[in-house]
């Protein structure tokens, strides 16, 4: 079968964004702080039934225990089961000009407030210095992908999953080298905002904010210019307790 063409699609877009205003409007903090715990506590349940996977599986082994678990915790948990509708893994999507009809984001979080064509997206990648998984591909990889309009295109915000074999924090890897990043001329990853550590949670959880390097097109929206986008990171170590 023949590959469809890499082309701006604006009829793809504007059917996707009818009767939108982009990008939509943002997701409170205290809701992410709710999404952030809820994917600590669906992993935590992950790491102690599926040890031997979240210490040696690949990422997508570990991704699929992730949907599944977050998804039985709507019927599970009383507030999960109001914010969520259900999780996916790797759900097609289109990217911000449609010239990608295919692409597929870790895991699309479907919020029961939210229009469906803009689910929350999370992308998740393994750390471990000994496999080359770096905090470099954690952002080539994951971050680059949110400023350029791939994933996350009409939404102020994303969560990105860091499954650490190595002992890696934010604080230790990351953010030093986006701070390296920032010196760059244009900054690199477009980086506006350091990772700021959330106080109140219990875990390695930080929020840094990123410019976007594109234009909406294909629809009525007075918005040509997305702005930044605030991305969670969420850093979860592989190690048992």
């Known amino acids: 079968m023949r590959a469809a063409a890499i082309r701006p699609r604006p009829d793809q877009i504007a059917e996707l964004t009818r009767g939108l205003y982009l990008p939509l409007p943002e997701v409170s ?14 992993f935590s ?12 599986g690949s990422e997508a082994e570990i991704t699929a225990l992730m949907e599944a678990r977050l998804n039985t915790m709507i019927e599970q948990d009383p507030l999960w089961g109001q914010l ?3 999780v996916t893994r790797g759900k097609e999507s289109l990217s ?20 469906r064509g803009f689910p929350l997206i999370i992308e998740a990648k393994i750390v471990d210095a000994t496999t080359s998984k770096t905090e ?5 990889k994951g971050i680059r992908r949110f400023v350029e309009g791939e ?22 890897k990351l953010t ?11 900054p690199g990853y477009l980086i506006e905002v ?6 109140a949670f219990s875990t390695d959880l930080a929020h840094s904010r990123h410019g976007r390097s594109f234009v909406y097109v294909g629809h009525s929206s007075p918005n040509l210019e997305p702005g930044p986008i605030s991305v969670w990171h969420l850093w979860l170590s592989c190690l048992e307790p």
Do not use: Q
């Not at 903090?29 to 994917?39: Q, R, T």
């Not at 984001?105 to 229009?115: E, V």
């Open 151 to 172: 994933y996350a295109w009409g939404n102020r915000e994303a969560f990105m999953l860091a499954y650490v074999r190595d002992g890696s924090s934010i604080g230790t």
């Open 29 to 42: 903090n205290d809701h992410l702080e709710v999404i952030a715990e809820s994917l600590l506590r669906a």
């Open 136 to 140: 470099a591909l954690y952002c080539d």
């Open 194 to 199: 350091l990772p700021n550590a959330v106080s």
């Open 45 to 56: 349940d992950v790491r102690t039934h599926s040890p031997s996977t979240v210490a040696s």
């Open 96 to 115: 911000f000009d449609g010239s990608h009809l295919e692409k597929r984001p870790d895991l699309s979080i479907y919020l029961s407030n939210r229009n």
């Open 176 to 186: 030093p080298f986006l701070s390296s990043a920032m010196l760059e001329t244009p």
């Open 84 to 86: 969520v509708l259900c």
